[in-house]
T-cell receptor
């Protein structure tokens, strides 16, 4: 079993829809949670990060962490065609190395 | 600063050949990471450096792989006797110590194809 599980999709939504992306994890030692966006043939780009449980909002993006359920989510409001990409969840332990464990990534397509 | 730079962007090599990739991190970042990403998968950790010291290596990093970061600046990743299973995107990332747990900046990667 992988430490981080993420549905690969693909997920297709109409422009303007609210998108919900999710990851589950098995290791309770994870303390830092991130979402990266990756366009085709590019490196991942950091979108959001949260520490421990709670919500964080940044523009059209909201990240949620529920440590009791070992479940994290990314919501995208008013989705745009430019949001079409692969979304990767990532997490790290409370050590000082910064090593990230990634999910498989979910491919999102927003149709005009 | 132009971010994390990787060279080459693409490399096609014959099985059994050696290849070397280069990564130039963001100049003030003292940590540098190498990850490997295969099609349809998330990046997998290979190794990381703090300044010039290689502090952790994944089990994925077989003895055919070696990484260096002389003088704590750029880094190189060498693969000897390449195999078809080495075909992947090799990603480099950098960060500042202390900020590492909040994510870091990736380069655009080097895509390796072994034929």
């Amino acid at each position: 079993q992988k430490e981080v599980e993420q549905d690969p999709g693909p997920l297709s939504v109409p422009e303007g829809a609210i998108v919900s992306l999710n990851c589950t994890y098995s290791n309770s030692a994870f303390q830092y949670f991130m979402w990266y966006r990756q366009y085709s043939r590019k490196g991942p780009e950091l979108l959001m990060y949260t520490y421990s449980s709670g919500n964080k909002e940044d523009g059209r993006f909201t990240a949620q962490v529920d440590k009791s359920s070992k479940y994290i989510s990314l919501f995208i409001r008013d989705s745009q065609p430019s949001d079409s990409a692969t979304y990767l969840c990532a997490m790290s332990k409370a050590s000082n190395t910064g090593k990230l464990i990634f999910g498989q990534g979910t491919t999102l397509q927003v149709k005009p | 600063d132009t971010g994390v730079s990787q060279d080459p962007r693409h490399k096609i090599t014959k099985r059994g050949q050696n290849v070397t990739f280069r990564c130039d991190p963001i100049s003030e970042h003292n940590r540098l990471y190498w990850y490997r990403q295969t099609l349809g998968q998330g990046p997998e950790f290979l190794t990381y450096f703090q300044n010039e010291a290689q502090l952790e290596k994944s089990r994925l990093l077989s003895d055919r792989f070696s990484a260096e970061r002389p003088k704590g600046s750029f880094s190189t990743l060498e693969i000897q006797r390449t195999e078809q299973g080495d075909s992947a995107m090799y990603l480099c990332a950098s960060s500042l110590e202390g900020a590492s747990n909040y994510g870091y900046t990736f380069g655009s990667g080097t895509r390796l194809t072994v034929v």
